[in-house]
């Protein structure tokens, strides 16, 4: 491991941890009621009481960056978590079984994957409305598609390999050859294309919720704090300054993480962005 | 190669079907009734019925869809429930804006990339080399409604040098075109990078340099000529990706192209509009993802 790789990790890993203590203390670290409306209080700047000041409702800008915090990490998390298993059982369906099968499944998946993701996602919501399972829905559903290109092409590789045709020859059936010699190796690929697709998952994630098609309005995002502080730019720029530094962070703490892993567990593929 | 072929342009006809489609079934997936979700509870019963026999509810499923791949093959995109007005006649008005920018963006990204590409290859691991892809990976990590306020913030409100979009004079470009090209610029300063570091490993540079050929020659004759490749792929790619993210900064800077068009038709739940967008930006990032895919199959061959 090279030190700049050392200090990618190292350093993703203490932002992203910090990042989700406070997703999960929220209730405890959060200063105020996010959505208490104050009018008595409206533009306050960063003081003692209101940490990162008050937005044009009154309400505390710290706690809602720090409820934003849950939404963020938890919206990426779980659709890059659940977006590789579904495109891992397609992949490897499609891989393993080939023929007539294969051929439908790649064909779907190239459909969803010539879609633009992020205006896959966006479409979805504005007719399915601005949900927090809508949000999830429509963001794993557009980004799947990948995971299984990425799994069956990969799948393809290993079946010439060596160690699959002994496996074959020493009467192991496909399910067995799957699980416990595929699967494995498929591990280091799959987790670096994850980790290099979660930060555009969590831009997509807050650039929906600024866009006001995320989550329902009453829920705290940083992306629709961000859009909220637009209007007020030059009288209160603290509304917007804090949740973007938040996106920032989350987003950079990412790309350190995928930038590192991918350097650390596939060094090869130098070209990927 | 007939039959791969055969299959090629077959699945690129089933990707633009299934792309249509997607854009059809948009309608019925809104919960519940379309008409109730458009005209909300205030609507009279006789507004109801004629929205929705004008959005052709009054069809079957089967039925719609052939009258919507009719209408489509003969240009016609349905009607604006407010306005009237096609929607094709919609986006005529908005796609020259939306082709402004992107190219805007694109020609800013490629004028600063490619030299600070190079310069950073040619001097590797060097001060300007680390500082350089700092600085990207800091520009990567921008998302455009982060980049957009802020460059709003700093140019028009606080030194008030460009103004903050609107289009017009060619100075309104400027800001909304920057917070497109920076992160473009970045992938492509990277790509551009690592690609001529690549080539400058291979062996015939080697040669080169034994012939005694002057730096200058080796670097804009031999090694950048076939570095280019990669980075003109990446230019194709981005295209397709600056178009989606033309929705958000077109919103933010005011820019009447496709983006604020659609945004604005999702605002006033306008749907045929909504779905004449997504039709018309998805089949676009399609086509030029296709194209930059002949672009890359036309220079591996004439390199074999």
Avoid at chain 1, 3 to 8: A, D, I
Avoid at chain 1, 28 to 54: C, E, K, M, R
Avoid at chain 2, 60 to 85: C, I, R
Avoid at chain 2, 144 to 152: A, N, T, V, Y
């Amino acid at each position: 491991m090279t030190t700049k790789v050392k200090f990618f990790l190292f350093f993703s890993i203490l932002l992203l941890l910090l990042l989700s203590i406070v997703a999960i203390f929220a209730p405890w670290i959060a200063s105020h009621d996010p959505n208490a409306i104050n009018l008595n209080l409206q533009y306050v700047s960063p003081n003692s009481l209101h940490w990162f000041g008050t937005d044009n409702n009154g309400s505390d800008i710290f706690s809602k960056v720090v409820w934003g915090a849950r939404l963020s990490l938890g919206i990426s998390i779980s659709v890059v978590v659940i977006s590789a298993t579904v495109g891992l059982l397609l992949g490897s369906i499609a891989g393993v079984i080939g023929g007539k099968t294969d051929y439908i499944i790649m064909r779907t998946t190239d459909i969803v994957y010539a879609f633009p993701n992020f205006l896959f996602a966006l479409s979805l919501i504005a007719f399915l409305g601005p949900s927090f399972k809508n949000l999830l829905f429509a963001l794993c559903f557009s980004s799947w598609a990948s995971y299984a290109r990425l799994v069956r092409l990969e799948i393809l590789s290993i079946k010439e390999k060596d160690f699959i045709n002994n496996a074959k020859a020493l009467g192991a059936n496909s399910i067995r050859i799957l699980f416990f010699h595929i699967w494995p190796s498929l591990i280091n690929p799959v987790l670096v294309y994850m980790t290099c697709s979660i930060a555009g998952v969590s831009i997509a994630e807050a650039g929906l919720n600024f866009l006001g098609l995320g989550v329902s309005l009453d829920t705290p995002s940083w992306g629709s704090l961000l859009n909220q502080g637009r209007s007020s730019l030059s009288l209160a720029p603290h509304i917007s300054l804090f949740p973007g530094l938040a996106i920032l962070i989350l987003v950079l703490a990412f790309n350190l993480l995928g930038e590192g892993l991918r350097e650390y567990l596939d060094p090869k593929q130098k070209h990927s962005i | 190669m007939f039959t791969k072929n055969f299959f090629y342009f077959l699945g690129i006809l089933l990707v633009i079907w299934g792309v249509a489609s997607f854009s059809f079934l948009l309608i019925h997936i809104i919960p519940g009734n379309p008409v109730d979700q458009i005209l909300g509870d205030m609507a009279s019963a006789v507004e109801k019925q004629k929205l929705y026999y004008q959005l052709g509810l009054n069809k079957s499923l089967f039925n719609q869809y052939l009258d919507f791949f009719k209408n489509l093959l003969s240009g016609n995109l349905g009607y604006s429930l407010y306005s009237k007005a096609s929607v094709v006649s919609y986006l005529k008005n908005s796609l020259p804006a939306t082709i402004e920018l992107s190219f805007a963006a694109m020609f800013m990204a490629i004028l600063f990339s490619i030299p600070l590409g190079v310069f950073s290859a040619l001097k590797k691991y060097s001060f300007f080399d680390n500082s350089l892809s700092t600085f990207s990976l800091f520009t990567l990590s921008t998302p455009g409604f982060l980049l957009g306020p802020f460059l709003i913030w700093l140019f028009a409100l606080k030194f008030q040098i460009f103004p903050a979009g609107e289009r017009g004079e060619l100075i309104n470009l400027f800001l909304p075109a920057l917070s497109l090209a920076l992160p473009l610029g970045a992938v492509l300063t990277r790509v551009c990078r690592s690609s001529l570091i690549d080539t400058l490993s291979e062996d015939y540079i080697r040669t080169a340099k034994a012939k005694g050929l002057s730096n200058f020659k080796i670097y804009f004759k031999h090694a950048l000529k076939n570095a280019i490749g990669p980075v003109i792929t990446t230019i194709g790619l981005q295209f397709s990706a600056l178009l989606t993210g033309t929705v958000i900064t077109e919103t933010i800077f005011d820019w009447p192209g496709i983006g604020k068009l659609l945004l604005d038709a999702i605002k006033q739940r306008d749907y045929p509009i909504v779905q004449g967008c997504v039709l018309v930006i998805a089949l676009i990032y399609v086509l030029i993802n296709l194209l930059t895919d002949f672009a890359h199959k036309y220079s591996q061959a004439n390199q074999k």
